[in-house]
């Protein structure tokens, strides 16, 4: 069995949880809701360029790139189902 690093294919986020107020923090990637009440309140996405600095010198790179946006798109389509 491949050992990896702990943060194998943990660029992104969870984005499950769209309607939680909080800061969700992948390694590199990471978003903000600001609900207010009952109504939608602020969004915002950041990146940790010294994480992606860190993340571009890592010899798993790719495959850990195409792991992190598989499990994106696999909780996208979930979320929006």
């Known amino acids: 069995m491949t050992t990896h690093k702990d943060c194998y294919g943990m ?26 009440g009952l109504s939608r309140g602020q969004r915002r996405v ?15 790179f790719e495959h850990c790139y195409k792991l992190s946006m598989g499990k994106l798109t696999l909780q996208s389509a979930i979320r929006d189902a």
């Not at 950041?46 to 798993?60: F, G, I, N, R, T």
Request: net charge negative; hydrophobic share 35%.
């Open 11 to 36: 660029m992104f986020p969870d984005v499950l949880p769209k309607d939680i107020t909080g800061e969700h923090t992948g390694k590199v990637f990471s978003y903000r809701i600001e609900n207010i």
């Open 46 to 60: 950041d990146a940790d360029m010294a994480a992606w600095d860190d993340c571009l010198q890592c010899s798993e």
